[in-house]
């Protein structure tokens, strides 16, 4: 990931100019350049000595501990020391600002003032590495003046990479759990200061081991997802942060980056996409991208921008994911072309095929997410899990551009994987016995696999009953144990896997451990602390609202299906100012069999498809039995009502 930077030092712009930039290939439907940002900060890493800052005496830039590049503001401990920019807004927003800042000691501030009167101030503790720190949001006018400082105290500061997002209106939640809110509020703040503001100018390429960078370009609508350190977003983590970024109201973001993504799976490549771009929405990050036939690339992210793409179809109703041609070539060849070219070293029979890896290194391309496994997989868990998921999702965005035949072809390919999964792929074996991948030789693997484990119940492809209660309760003994992943972004997934398979208990216990986890040092020592690796505080977000809220957005449809997964002893939760479409809405669950939504502004009504466990044949609405069906989802039976709620309107529903 990286840092907002406005130069460089001469000797990377010399690199830049001796090694260009591999650019994503232009295509129909391009979206214009991002327009110029209406507020922005001269040099914020300091590695133009400090350009547009005022220094007072005691304060300066130095190179001997950057967070990144090779320059940093600093201030010597004592009163009266500061460092400060003031920038004029050209445009009407509000923003939020970000810094990297390490002290030596207590009493220094971070402080943001407008017009001359304060507006956000932070009390710094004292940390002797460096930690991001965010402030606002602030609400700016054209010509409003905004000052970014920082004021010393009784030990040395230290401050980098400055960066300016944009605020998201964010839903509030509250809850009987004051953990539940806190947690929300944390992880939506911070989740929104890794958003970019587009037309910034900022570096390219930059990494840890060319930490300045090999050029300076345009950002584009994009937030970070990877590591803080280097200029760009993964499809790994972008796939996994969506759902987060949906509920935030990111859908620009999050379309910008999935395009960017599908114009990159080229033929030359294969069909994959590439593993990470730049900021820019453009430009390869160079990190893991060397030539055609060299970059890193993993299975399971092909088929997961696929299903992601679809998922942030339903939330905006958006129909450039239908009509955008280089989006939906990029379903097309993931889940036709890229299957095909990559499936031939085991024999799955005639009626499916299975996306494999080459059981190499992840330049050439592997079968799983799992990077720590020296296995030499030609098929993984994930992977299948995914290309399922993949199928699942080409199905609903062919019947939603109007072809019947291709959803209904896709419909069938999802049914006949998932057979042959839970009949032949995944074994006989139960627990730790159930096959998880294999090898390029053909043999089975059994186990703990890490990601091409919880995968597969994370992704619905194991049939629901014992046997997947069995894996499950081997996943949750793992993780409890020695198969524990050290990286705190694995254990982001656990939630989701739990909240997915009936478990609510369990993927809050894991969501209170996350948080809990946040001001801890990530285990890469460049990363800073865990909260700092974007991918937990949007992860948190969406595992909240989609999660414990049970929320399925439909707007093309105008619908909305809801369903309580609150654990044993959270009474009550509710979300307010949730955007679905151009509707808002507010929803209340107290318990799991009663739920409230309101439809709070909106052009048209939605339906609402509110869910209760068990089998049940009334439900109330607003006081009166309503006839209810019962109808089973992946296994588990729900009692279900539909009622349509209008802009302004509020329906109680409550099963007995």
Do not use: C
């Not at 932070?122 to 002797?128: C, F, N």
């Amino acid at each position: 990931m990286t840092r907002s930077r406005t130069a460089l030092a001469s000797a990377v712009a010399l690199l830049a100019a001796l090694a260009p930039l591999t650019t994503v290939p232009a295509a129909a439907g391009t979206p214009a350049p991002a327009a110029p940002a209406v507020l922005t900060v001269t040099d914020p890493g300091f590695e133009q000595g400090g350009s547009g800052w005022e220094f007072t005496s005691g304060t300066g830039t130095a190179v001997n501990y950057p967070h990144a590049g090779s320059r940093l503001a600093y201030l010597d401990a004592g009163a009266g020391r500061k460092v400060s920019q003031t920038v004029t807004a050209t445009g009407r927003g509000a923003y939020v600002v970000s810094a990297w800042i390490a002290t030596g000691g207590p009493g220094a501030r971070y402080v943001l003032r407008v017009n001359g009167s304060p507006a956000a101030a932070l009390d710094l503790p004292a940390t002797a590495g460096y930690r991001r720190h965010t402030l606002g949001p602030v609400a700016l006018d054209p010509g409003d003046r905004l000052e970014i400082a920082f004021e010393s105290g009784e030990g040395w500061v230290n401050a980098d990479d400055v960066m300016v997002s944009p605020a998201a209106a964010a839903p509030r939640v509250t809850s009987s759990d004051p953990e539940a809110a806190a947690m929300f509020a944390w992880a939506a703040a911070k989740a929104n200061s890794w958003v970019h503001l587009p037309g910034t100018e900022g570096p390219l390429n930059a990494d840890e081991r060319q930490t300045g960078g090999t050029g300076t370009g345009v950002y584009a609508p994009s937030y970070w997802a990877g590591y803080a350190n280097r200029s760009g977003y993964y499809s790994r983590d972008m796939a996994h942060q969506l759902s987060g970024a949906a509920t935030l109201g990111l859908h620009a973001e999050n379309r910008a980056m999935l395009r960017a993504f599908a114009a990159s799976a080229t033929a030359e490549h294969a069909y994959y996409p590439v593993w990470a771009l730049n900021f820019d929405n453009r430009t390869y990050l160079s990190i893991d991208y060397r030539r055609p036939d060299l970059f890193v690339r993993e299975v399971p992210a092909v088929f997961e921008l696929v299903q992601k793409a679809e998922e942030a179809y339903r939330w905006t109703g958006d129909r450039s994911y239908l009509d955008d041609p280089a989006l939906w070539e990029f379903y097309r060849h993931a889940t036709e072309e890229f299957v095909a070219l990559h499936d031939g070293r085991k024999d799955n029979g005639d009626r499916v095929k299975v996306a494999e890896g080459t059981g190499r290194g992840i330049f050439q391309g592997v079968a799983s997410y799992n990077e720590q496994s020296d296995e030499p997989l030609a098929e993984a868990g994930d992977a299948i899990g995914s290309q399922y998921q993949a199928y699942r999702a080409m199905s609903s965005l062919a019947r939603a551009k109007g072809d019947g035949a291709l959803a209904a072809d896709f419909a069938r390919r999802a049914r006949d994987l998932k057979r042959y999964f839970n009949s032949e792929w995944s074994g006989t074996g139960w627990g730790a016995d159930m096959v998880r991948g294999y090898t390029t030789d053909g043999q089975p693997l059994t186990g703990w696999g890490k990601e091409n484990s919880w995968f597969m119940p994370m992704k619905g492809i194991v049939d629901p009953g014992a046997r997947r209660e069995a894996y499950l309760d081997h996943i949750e003994a793992e993780t409890a144990g020695a198969g524990r992943p050290d990286n705190i972004e694995a254990l982001t997934y656990l939630p989701d896997t739990f909240l997915a398979n009936g478990r609510p208990d369990t993927a809050w216990a894991w969501m209170r451990h996350i948080y809990a986890q946040r001001d801890v040092q990530h285990v890469n020592s460049r990363q800073g602390t865990n909260g700092d690796y974007p991918e937990v505080s949007f992860t948190l977000v969406g595992q909240t609202v989609q999660g414990l809220m049970g929320v399925l957005p439909d707007a093309p449809a105008r619908a909305l299906v809801t369903r309580s997964r609150l654990p044993s002893g959270m009474e009550w939760l509710a979300v307010e100012d949730l955007r679905i479409g151009d509707s808002v809405f507010a929803l209340r669950h107290d318990g799991d069999l009663r739920s409230t939504l309101s439809h709070t502004a909106g052009t048209a009504p939605y339906t609402w498809e509110a869910r209760f466990p068990g089998a049940g044949r009334t439900v109330t609405v607003d006081g009166t039995a309503h006839p209810a069906t019962t109808e089973v989802v992946d296994g588990t039976a729900y009692t279900v009502v539909r009622v349509k709620v209008a802009p302004g309107r509020t329906v109680t529903a409550e099963a007995r």
